[in-house]
């Protein structure tokens, strides 16, 4: 047995070889209790140098450097931050660094002011921000004991060079930043800063975060200290928070002044703030709604002011969704991606948001821009949305409006789920597709039929009875509801209909069947419902175009999807594929499925003959349907005209049976 001295030294080994191949520099000083804050600090440092005097380094190199859950206080981050910056680097007047640093300080001892202290140290990077904390004694103390930290020591003699230059004149504009890097990644969850924990909130963090925000048109600093993405997750973060970064977004935009980059932050992670709630919502969206690019940049159709927004788990409502739509509706391509997982919205807001998303698509395509207005929208876990808002997003998706949909863990049932099947004919055929590759995410929803098994427990008398009745409606999808179509109010209406119900393993259509519409719905399959909206299009005559082939990938996961569900979703692949030639691909794992069968459900080359034997199976019980349905309409027609023929003779029996007429007066007749 491998002992862990060689389990880590092998892993050594591997660590080196991948450090080779990339030019991406690990500096993990995660989860270090041992080490004081000035040891974790120095040795970070050390290990940046000793990363660039390696020749390591190259122009798209980047220092990922970790110091999560490392007890870092406020004055060790400064530290740290001014020995980052303050490096000596190349002098040229260009806007952008050698090397890209991601830096990690999630679940530390950061408060609000530590947080203000390192956001105004990112606006003024040639400023060192340890000197914020020289005004108590006890920082006092600590900043000294780290000065004999070399690097530190360098740069700041470096920094002092520079303002003491006899060549420089007297009046001048503020310097660049003696620094070769760009921070890529900046990450304080898990801190607690936003003044809805145990700490109260600061109003010199409020300013610098607004400051932040719209500093990227400030022209004497470098715009590439400020980071692309800024996490700060669980920080409790609210309103107020929010209303500094709107502010400041409208700010760098009303400032209109011209910028060689993209906006930053560009990335804004503030998931698991709950205190942030429609009203934080609302302030963001304004900001986004009435920010207006700057008429300078030529090139303002492809231009985002967030790439991304994530706010999930921020206890938004429809509300919040609904303002959000507004700024998505009146400026068209303001973010990329909206994260809104986790939250409280229903099929109000997510209707409200499809319906942005169509008219901000035929905005754009007046003013000649592209047809897309976002990229994804993740709506997962807000359990109030269903078919409503299900099919309103379907519609968006079905113009071109947005690339990826995920609603996983939602309410949708068949009637959303066959919108998104509509979805996949609208797009194969819509051209100027492109080859994007379109996702679309359901799962976690109630879209199949396939009984739960539960664990086995303590039972009363009555959870017995439910159970014996749960096994018996199993029996009766097996057996096309003969056992338990009594007791749930369902009928065939021949023995033609019975067979064509059991061979499709319970597959039923409100067009035949005399049952309430909610009890339907319930019992309806989705999967099945997604297939037959794209079989029904593939049986028709119109032809689709076939220059832009389309990509796309739909996700089953976990919707208890029985064998005739993945027969239905096998046809549909087949049978569009001998109309339009798309890839389009179905994720059916994590439920009860073989291998084999996940396989050819994404169109895994080995697995052909199995995907087009699970069609036929599909394609060949629908036969035998449509034939007993043909067969019970008949029957049906034949009814009717008997009933019309007794209304007209006065409630005269035509039965086939003698006996009753034997005493008849008309017998004669």
């Not at 862990?4 to 270090?32: E, G, K, R, V």
């Not at 798209?60 to 490392?70: A, C, H, K, L, P």
């Not at 060549?167 to 760009?182: A, L």
């Not at 993945?566 to 049978?575: F, G, K, P, Q, V």
């Amino acid at each position: 047995m491998m002992s862990l001295h060689s389990f880590l030294h092998i892993a050594a080994i591997l660590s080196a070889s991948l450090s080779s191949i990339t030019a991406d520099t690990a500096i993990c000083q995660s989860h270090i209790y041992h080490s004081s804050p000035r040891s974790i600090v120095k040795s970070i440092l050390a290990d940046v140098k000793a990363s660039e005097s390696d020749g390591a380094s190259d122009d798209r190199g980047i220092i990922q450097i970790d110091v999560s859950s490392s007890r870092l206080d406020d004055a060790a981050v400064s530290l740290l931050l001014d020995g980052l910056l303050l490096r000596d680097g190349d002098k040229s007047d260009n806007y952008g660094g050698d090397r890209k640093i991601k830096l990690d300080l999630s679940m530390n001892q950061m408060t609000p002011g530590g947080a203000a202290n390192l956001f105004n140290g990112l606006i003024q990077p040639n400023h060192n921000v340890t000197n914020d904390l020289l005004d108590t004694k006890a920082n006092e103390s600590y900043v000294e004991s780290l000065a004999s930290n070399v690097t530190l020591e360098d740069s700041t003699a470096n920094a002092t060079e520079v303002l003491d230059d006899d060549n420089c004149e007297e009046t001048q504009e503020p310097q660049q930043p003696k620094q070769n890097i760009e921070l890529e990644e900046l990450d304080l969850s898990f801190n607690d800063i936003g003044g809805h924990g145990s700490h109260a909130a600061n109003l010199e963090l409020l300013t610098n975060t607004r400051r932040l925000f719209e500093h990227h048109g400030n022209t004497y600093y470098n715009n590439l200290v400020i980071p692309r993405v800024l996490s700060m997750e669980n920080c409790g973060i609210g309103p107020a928070f929010c209303r500094s970064i709107g502010r400041g977004i409208l700010n760098a935009f009303e400032s209109k002044q011209t910028c060689k980059h993209t906006y930053r932050p560009s990335i804004l992670r503030l998931g698991g703030n709950e205190a942030i709630k429609d009203a934080g919502a609302v302030s963001l969206a304004a900001a986004l709604r009435l920010a207006v690019s700057s008429p300078e940049n030529d090139d303002k159709h492809n231009e985002n002011i967030l790439e991304e927004l994530n706010l999930s788990s921020c206890n938004i409502g429809d509300a919040g969704a609904e303002s959000l739509a507004l700024a998505l509706a009146y400026n068209p391509n303001c973010l990329s991606r909206l994260d809104l997982s986790n939250n409280a919205i229903t099929d109000v807001g997510a209707r409200a948001i499809g319906r942005a998303l169509v008219e901000a698509h035929h905005q754009n395509i007046m003013n000649g821009c592209s047809s897309r207005v976002l990229d994804e929208i993740v709506l997962d876990n807000n359990v109030k949305i269903g078919d409503e808002g299900a099919e309103m997003l379907a519609e968006a998706m079905s113009c071109g409006a947005v690339r990826c949909i995920s609603l996983r863990s939602c309410s949708v049932q068949a009637g959303g789920a066959a919108a998104f099947g509509k979805t996949i004919v609208s797009l194969a055929r819509r051209k100027g597709k492109g080859l994007a590759r379109y996702e679309i995410d359901l799962s976690g929803n109630a879209l199949g039929i396939k009984p739960v098994k539960k664990k086995k427990g303590l039972k009363d008398k009555a959870s017995s009875h439910i159970s014996s009745l749960g096994k018996t409606l199993q029996k009766g999808w097996r057996g096309g509801l003969k056992g338990a179509s009594v007791s749930m109010g369902l009928t065939a209406e021949s023995d033609d209909d019975e067979e064509g119900l059991s061979v499709m393993g319970g597959l039923i259509d409100d067009e035949d069947e005399d049952i309430e519409q909610t009890t339907l719905t319930a019992l309806r399959c989705g999967a099945r419902s997604f297939a037959a909206a794209i079989i029904e299009d593939a049986h028709q005559e119109s032809n689709i175009e076939e220059s832009e082939k389309l990509n796309a990938i739909i996700a089953f996961r976990r919707c208890n999807l029985d064998d005739g569900a993945l027969d239905a979703l096998s046809a549909s692949l087949t049978e569009f594929d001998k109309k339009s030639g798309a890839k389009v691909a179905i994720d059916v794992s994590m439920n009860t499925v073989e291998h084999e069968t996940i396989l050819a459900l994404m169109r895994d080359e080995k697995e052909v003959a199995l995907l087009n034997s699970m069609s036929r199976r599909h394609m060949a019980a629908l036969s035998v349907l449509n034939e007993s349905r043909e067969r019970a309409a008949l029957a049906a027609d034949v009814a009717m005209a008997k009933a019309n023929i007794k209304s007209q003779f006065g409630g005269m029996s035509f039965e086939d049976d003698d006996d009753q007429y034997e005493d008849d007066e008309y017998d004669d007749y």
